[in-house]
């Protein structure tokens, strides 16, 4: 179970939006730690998709996008592409006794 | 270029040990904390370990604490996991990757560059 709750999967056809949740509590995303995207394409290493909330690094399509609010976080991805398909995980920090760097579980994006 | 390559993984019995390897390339190895991560098969990202760029601070996942060290060799630009007393739970892909600073607040952690992982199996 992680700390971290993000769907299982969601799908999306080429051309249109998805978002992607990442759930937490008061004591990582609502205490006010950074948010991190990656995205895991099999076979490949994973990549750094977003950091600190919204920024993206040099490389990454503006087609990402990332959003924080309260113990809540999304990944957004427009102008879905094929390429897309892939697994994404959010991380962040948590503060209480098992803390320290945590994922979300992880979500499978399909694009139909 | 960024580039890290893992190594060291393999089939291995319960209650022994193992060491991972990752060599880097095209940054600064000594300005920066190293990281390990593992993924289990079929599960999700778990974060195993960060030692900061001068070694002074290694941090800790629950379940590797007292069995794991996260080690450093910053004029080989390696960076090591002494893995003891392995547990099938412990089968994963084991990734190392770099943190954005120096790795001293583990709060701040994130990882903008990955090595393509090596499989380690605990299995009698």
């Known amino acids: 179970q992680s700390v971290l709750t993000q769907p299982p999967s969601v799908s999306g056809a080429p051309g249109r939006r998805v978002t992607i949740s990442c759930t937490g509590s008061s004591s990582n995303i609502g205490a006010g730690y950074d948010v991190h995207w990656y995205q895991l394409l099999p076979g490949t290493a994973p990549k750094l998709l977003i950091y600190g909330n919204n920024n993206r690094p040099l490389g990454v399509p503006d087609r990402f996008s990332g959003s924080k609010s309260g113990t809540s976080a999304s990944l957004a991805i427009t102008r879905l592409q094929a390429e897309d398909e892939a697994d994404y995980y959010c991380q962040s920090y948590d503060s209480s006794l098992s803390g320290y760097v945590i994922f979300g579980g992880g979500t499978k994006l399909t694009v139909l | 270029q960024v580039q890290l390559a893992e190594s060291g993984g393999g089939v291995v019995q319960p209650g022994r040990s193992l060491r991972l390897s990752c060599a880097v390339s095209?940054?600064?190895?000594?300005?920066?904390?190293m990281h390990w991560v593992r993924q289990a098969p079929g599960g999700g990202l778990e974060w195993v370990a960060l030692i900061s760029n001068d070694e002074t601070k290694k941090y800790y996942g629950d379940s590797v604490k007292g069995r794991f060290t996260i080690s450093r060799d910053n004029s080989k630009n390696t960076v090591f996991l002494q893995m003891n007393s392995l547990r099938p739970e412990d089968t994963a892909v084991y990734y190392c990757?770099?943190?954005?600073?120096?790795?001293?607040?583990?709060?701040?952690?994130?990882?903008?560059?990955w090595g393509q992982g090596t499989l380690v199996t605990v299995s009698s």
């Open positions: 095209g940054f600064t190895f000594g300005s920066y904390g």
């Open positions: 990757a770099k943190d954005r600073g120096w790795g001293i607040s583990v709060a701040a952690s994130y990882f903008n560059s």
